[in-house]
């Protein structure tokens, strides 16, 4: 019984990991688009804090959509999946109409509705996490069959295909990452699993060789300074933020790439100006902020297992992949390592629906969180390959579903 208070101390110390990394990514990006628009909002808008404001009223609607999704139980979530499937794949085809879907920079890819731009990639990314989830738990046993595993491949094919269309090719390596982890995990084959990510890569990079743009993107991203003053001109101006920054960069404010020199510099390359004026040591401390955030979502993921709640398992793993491998894609773009993507940095970048999406994210993981910590009404059906995972696994009993329960 004297452990029983310090066993609570450490789980509501490991608890509070999760809320936290979130507020401090939160807070970072509040005021890293303050200081990085500044200068762009005063020319363009002649009001300084022009997108300040507007990502507070964003983050404002986003804390509402976590309190809304947070109160909605799982068992709803389950049952919405199909019709939040439909919804996003109307708002993919909306999208795409002339005349509806705004067009920027060759793109379509944002609706106005009642003066609010939103962006259908960032609700299907919502839609197919909850989509999939519910589908993986209900037809684990199935995926084995060769015609069971091609239906959520086909599912896949189709929204990807709707997203290469507006064009947005980065929402569709990070999705097809996500559902692809999903699948696997929720227990398909190891061979099926193999040659769809082989079939998926080889699609993914004939699309890029066969598309001139994305062609040039990628000589680009090999040789950046070998057209530094025209293709090559966005990274090149992103690695000199982060050569400025050093160690501990030039300080809050005072970075220069910001002035007019790096394009999107508070949204898809907010993490060069971070770089810039904190350095290194404040880019490592938001990869660990990121990388505390991640292990929060798995350790949810590993007492969902514990519960036999393997949707909640399901939603919390799509969630840790998609975060981390978004925010890995972002931060891999504006360091060189990647090819240029049209990606934010979940929390932190400005852009409404990609803000208002994480924090729905946030919402549904604290609904995981809450019913893992209630009394556990019934066993779901066990997906396959998840009681197999050592991972996310510490020991077994010779009890419960396929001969060994997860504890």
Known sequence: MSELPSLNSRRDFLDALLPFSVLALVSIGVVMVASASIAFATDIYGDPWYFLKRHLAFLSIGAMAALLVSQIPLAIWSRLSWPLLLFSCLLLVVVLVPGIGREVNGSRRWLMFAGITIQPAEVAKFCMLVFFASFLTRRSKQLHHWSSFMVPVVIL???????????????????????????????????????????????????????????????????????????????????????????????????????????????????????????????????????????????????????????????????????????????????????????????????????????????????????LRGPIEGKEETPGLFAQLPIFTRRRVSAGIGGGEVL
């Open 157 to 371: 094919a189709v929204v990807a295909l709707l997203l290469l269309l507006q064009p947005d090719f980065g929402s569709v390596v990070v999705l097809s990452g996500t559902v692809l982890a999903m699948v696997f995990l929720g227990g398909a084959r190891l061979p099926h699993t193999f040659l769809l990510v082989v079939a998926a890569a080889c699609g993914l990079a004939l699309m890029a060789l066969m598309s001139p743009y994305r062609l040039q993107r990628l000589l680009t991203f090999l040789d950046p300074w070998g057209d530094q003053f025209a293709s090559g001109y966005q990274l090149t101006q992103s690695l000199i933020a982060f050569g400025r920054g050093e160690w501990f960069g030039v300080g809050l404010g005072n970075s220069v790439q910001k002035l007019f020199y790096l394009p999107e510099a508070h949204t898809d390359f907010i993490f060069a100006i971070l770089a810039e004026e904190w350095g290194m040591f404040g880019g490592l401390v938001v990869v660990g902020l990121f990388v505390m955030l991640t292990c929060s979502l798995l350790r949810l993921v590993r007492e969902a297992l514990a519960q036999q709640k393997f949707f909640a398992a399901l939603l919390a793993f799509g969630m840790a992949v998609q975060i981390a491998g978004q925010a890995f894609v972002n931060m891999g773009v504006a360091s060189g390592l990647l090819p240029t993507k049209g990606l934010t940095l979940p929390f932190v970048s400005s852009g409404g629906s990609s803000l208002i999406i994480c924090c729905a994210l946030l919402g549904l993981a604290l609904r995981v969180r809450t019913e």
